[in-house]
T-cell receptor, first 116, second 113 residues
Framework: GAVVSQHPSRVICKSGTSVKIECRSL??????MFWYRQFPKQSLMLMAT?????????EQGVEKDKFLINHASLTLSTLTVTSAHPEDSSFYIC????????????FGSGTQLSVL | LAKTTQPISMDSYEGQEVNITCSHN???????ITWYQQFPSQGPRFIIQ???TKVTNEVASLFIPADRKSSTLSLPRVSLSDTAVYYC??????????????FGGGTRVLVKP
């Protein structure tokens, strides 16, 4: 069945490096994917909407040069955290929905980013 | 996008029924109500979705009154593994903007032995 696959599940990096997170839709095509960030014991905060073949739309307060989003195909969106710093440490989650009217929004398993 | 209000937390015991009510006073005509469950360090998992009256699936029931300004998620006979955060979301799933579901604070449910 339809699944959103997210990788890696956990990444630890040094401050100043860049980290790429992949989000894939399996068994369905997703023209739109969403990226969320979640801090411990808090709710999910929408960061940006990723549209296949066009620029992502960022929520207010989210730096687009910091969080690069690429949605090159109908099944893959990537989030790159550039020059990561400890304050970027968080749980990042992607979501996608298929094109059928009865399909629900599916979420990836999340990526725990720890910046040292 | 309709804003939602849920209780911050609820405690229950194994075998009991848990009912979580969500308020969404500004729900729009085309909005659906969707509930997700989230365990620590995992992405949210779809539980149930509805528009009006009652919807039931293998894991939960969703009750929506006629004015649709609130909804109640009912989890029958909970077990320890149902301890999680439950989110109520409102939006039009067939509109691009509706896909941009905004999460409220969620309800932290703790099931005790």
């Amino acid at each position: 069945g339809a699944v959103v696959s997210q990788h890696p599940s956990r990444v630890i990096c040094k401050s100043g490096t860049s980290v790429k997170i992949e989000c894939r839709s399996l068994d369905f095509q997703a023209t739109t994917m969403f990226w969320y960030r979640q801090f411990p014991k808090q709710s999910l905060m929408l960061m940006a909407t990723s549209n296949e073949g066009s620029k992502a739309t960022y929520e207010q307060g989210v730096e687009k040069d910091k969080f690069l989003i690429n949605h090159a195909s109908l099944t893959l969106s990537t989030l790159t955290v550039t020059s990561a710093h400890p304050e970027d440490s968080s749980f990042y989650i992607c979501s996608a929905r298929g094109v059928r009217e009865d399909e629900k929004l599916l979420f990836g398993s999340g990526t725990q980013l720890s910046v040292l | 996008l309709a804003k939602t209000t849920q209780p911050i937390s609820m405690d229950s015991y194994e075998g009991q029924e848990v009912n979580i009510t969500c308020s969404h006073n500004n729900i729009a005509t085309n909005d659906y109500i969707t509930w997700y469950q989230q365990f620590p360090s995992q992405g949210p998992r779809f539980i149930i979705q509805g528009y009006k009256t009652k919807v039931t699936n293998e894991v939960a029931s969703l009750f929506i009154p006629a004015d649709r300004k609130s909804s109640t998620l009912s989890l029958p006979r909970v077990s320890l593994s149902d301890t999680a955060v439950y989110y109520c979301l409102v939006g039009d799933p067939w509109e691009a903007a509706g896909n941009k579901l905004t999460f409220g604070g969620g309800t932290r449910v703790l099931v005790k032995p």
